[in-house]
């Protein structure tokens, strides 16, 4: 058999190339990104001691990965945060700001697109919201997998996600080397049920649930090994966000929201300087610049070899989630360097995390005004966010005698008071509700709650979200609130007459209403992207029009 293999090893490269294809051994190694939602930085993978004989897949997998320390997400929201990765673009560059309708323009390269100009096949599979196709991410993957048993639940399980995943690698990987990204948000639904190896159902919390991601990453290891792929493979696994999903966390920028856990394995036998940059602050756009050069690396190239400037150890960060809950008006920004956080709207203060690991104190006003000096914080504002009433207020701050003009509509500390302490009572609820949902009941029934305007949207988008559809109800007392009413009664069992609703709503609740009407009677944008977003065009059942 030997001597056989030998005689005919040089027929191996021209039926490839017959073939059109390129032998997956002496090509590209193909790329895994998996990220992970609500994975606080100390879960990182191997974090634990555990059971060999569970997860033993894993634990064997352990000493092959490389784990960074200091690195943080750009915002505590996933769009924004995805978009830098897969652009290597601050979010002030991208402007994809928040969860919410805003597409990456096609003016920006992908990675998805690189590795599509290098021959590589592209797949992402997403197992939820706010990761969905029609949601504009997609650029450069030739596969966007987003389908869902029902349009009522935008989430599947880690385990079916991967197996149409593997599914595709079993077509592709014969064939072509591949760029394959993984949006896992199983940690987000800790309320769902899931249960052990023995059938017993699991606590429904968060550490539960982490053990459950925690066996489905050992069953997907056991998958790829296999297809011979784990070890052919360059494998990233990032964290989105930290595993508070509290309403204070989305609108901070501090260390417990944004410290993520980085792991990185490289194919078996790639030489790589990586190890020197395990203990470095690292941005999703140093990761973006990683991936891009894995993209264009080939094994023939010998060393990958990594860029990482030091010039490039601050990092921008932002949450536009109180704006896009138009709870206030202004985001939250702010630069990271070193061990310090420079928050520099709505309010400046300066934290360091060494001596305050969830910087929560900031540094006294004189140590403040002293670092942000020393490392040039306004010119640095001014440059990753391009506005000047920040770079003016932060002048103002920094040179309190220097007589510096604000703009008349910044939002600085003294208008930011009062929308401050309704944002700290939103935080308080929130968390409550967290620790105890039939809270949510108790909260609006509370007159002084119920008739707040600035609270009352958000307390319909958390009935909505958690299908508290008799809560839904009894917050729908306005006339402007008829479709808040008209969801929750359908969801109650209730069959709306149709009396009363017209235009828009007819759509919902007449069913000989002519569908070719809907456009012409329906004006309200919002109720069309929930049409579209149900899935109505995408199937043929409306046309869109011309």
Request: glycine content about 6%; aromatic content about 12%.
């Amino acid at each position: 058999m030997e001597s056989i293999v030998k005689r005919t090893g040089w027929l191996v490269p021209l039926l490839f190339l017959a073939m059109g294809c390129t032998p997956l051994t002496t090509s590209k190694p193909p790329i895994i990104v998996i990220l992970v939602e609500s994975l606080a930085e100390d879960e990182y993978l191997c974090s634990q001691q555990r059971n060999i004989e569970d997860l033993e897949y894993l634990v064997n997998s352990c000493p092959d990965f490389i784990r960074f320390t200091h690195v943080f997400s750009p915002s505590p929201l996933t769009k924004p945060a995805l978009a830098t990765l897969m652009t290597g673009l601050p979010i002030q560059k991208h402007k994809v700001f928040h969860n919410g309708p805003l597409a990456l323009s096609s003016e920006f390269q992908t990675l998805a697109e690189q590795a599509l100009g290098q021959q590589m096949r592209t797949a992402l599979f997403s197992g939820g919201i706010p990761l969905l196709n029609n949601f504009g991410l997609g650029q450069g993957f030739e596969i966007f997998s987003d389908s869902f048993s029902s349009n009522r639940n935008y989430f599947r399980p880690f385990q079916e996600t991967l197996s149409e995943a593997l599914s595709w690698a079993d077509k592709t990987a014969k064939h072509s080397s591949f760029f394959m990204t993984l949006y896992l948000p199983d940690l987000l639904y800790v309320q769902r049920v899931t249960t052990t190896d023995e059938g017993q159902e699991r606590s429904r919390n968060h550490q539960a649930q982490l053990q459950e991601f925690y066996e489905s990453f050992n069953w997907m290891i056991g998958e790829w090994k296999a297809r011979k792929l784990w070890d052919k493979s360059h494998v990233v696994v990032l964290g989105l966000g930290s595993q508070s999903q509290s309403m204070g966390d989305r609108d901070r920028i501090s260390s417990p929201a944004l410290h993520v856990p980085l792991q990185i394995k490289l194919a078996k036998g790639t030489e790589s300087n990586l190890e020197e940059f395990q203990t470095k602050l690292t941005s999703f756009h140093h990761i973006g610049s990683w991936l891009e050069k894995m993209i264009s690396y080939h094994r023939s190239q010998g060393s990958l070899l990594l860029p990482y400037q030091e010039d490039d150890s601050m990092i921008p960060l932002r949450s536009d989630w109180a704006l896009w809950q138009n709870l206030r008006r202004d985001p939250v920004v702010g630069l990271r360097k070193k061990q310090y956080l420079f928050q520099l709207s709505p309010v400046f203060r300066v934290f360091d995390s060494y001596f305050d690991d969830q910087e929560v104190d900031f540094l006294p006003k004189a140590e403040a005004v002293s670092l942000a000096k020393k490392y040039d914080i306004p010119q640095k504002a001014q440059s990753y966010f391009e506005d000047p009433c920040l770079s003016k207020y932060i002048q103002s701050e920094l040179y309190p005698d220097g007589k510096v003009e604000l703009c008349t509509d910044f939002p600085h500390e003294k208008n930011s008071h009062f929308l401050g302490q309704k944002l700290d009572r939103l935080y308080q609820i929130s968390d409550s509700i967290k620790e105890n949902a039939d809270q949510f009941s108790q909260f609006i029934s509370d007159p002084e709650s119920r008739n707040d305007p600035f609270l009352h949207g958000w307390m319909v988008r958390y009935a909505l979200e958690n299908k508290k559809w008799t809560d839904l109800l009894s917050l729908a007392t306005d006339e402007q609130d008829v479709s808040v009413a008209l969801v929750a009664r359908l969801n109650l069992g209730e069959t709306p007459d149709g009396k009363g609703f017209d235009g828009c709503l007819q759509y919902f609740v007449d069913l000989n209403h002519p569908m070719e009407d809907f456009y012409q009677d329906c004006d309200d944008v919002g109720l069309r992207r929930v049409v579209e977003g149900l899935g109505k065009l995408r199937s043929g059942e409306l046309a869109s029009p011309s």
